[in-house]
Nanobody
Framework: QVNLAESGGGSVQSGGSLRLSCRAF?????MAWFRQSPGKEREGVVG???????TFYAESVKGRFTVSRTGHNTIDLQMNSLKPEDTAMYYC???????????????????WGQGTQVTVSS
């Protein structure tokens, strides 16, 4: 496991933007952002394989969110056109063990951030 430092989050109105950042103090193979909101299960939002740079997106955020690798151990999540349904606690995740789990499978990750709140008002 590795320690993760999350930043960003906050409150915006519908249509607004936020940028989240997550730095892993180590060299994970995989990094991702998950979120959990009242009445919903925790879900993968975006993911990235650090070696190949391959990115993954939940269908609900495609075209609005962009994940990018800004370093071998850092990812940014640009969130545009935010909607109230994006309101959630967002958790950065990192995996240091190679596995065949899908990017959105929680067991792929063995390190988790403490979470940062994103609130989108209508």
């Amino acid at each position: 496991q590795v320690n993760l430092a999350e930043s960003g989050g906050g409150s915006v109105q519908s249509g607004g933007s936020l940028r989240l950042s997550c730095r892993a103090f180590g060299d994970p193979y995989y990094m991702a952002w998950f979120r959990q909101s009242p009445g919903k299960e925790r879900e993968g939002v975006v993911g990235i394989s650090t070696g190949s740079g391959t990115t993954f997106y939940a269908e609900s955020v495609k075209g609005r969110f962009t994940v990018s690798r800004t370093g071998h151990n850092t990812i940014d999540l640009q969130m545009n056109s935010l909607k109230p349904e994006d309101t959630a606690m967002y958790y950065c995740a990192a995996g240091t063990i190679l596995s065949g789990y899908d990017w959105s499978h929680e067991r792929k990750y063995n390190s988790w951030g403490q979470g940062t709140q994103v609130t989108v008002s209508s």
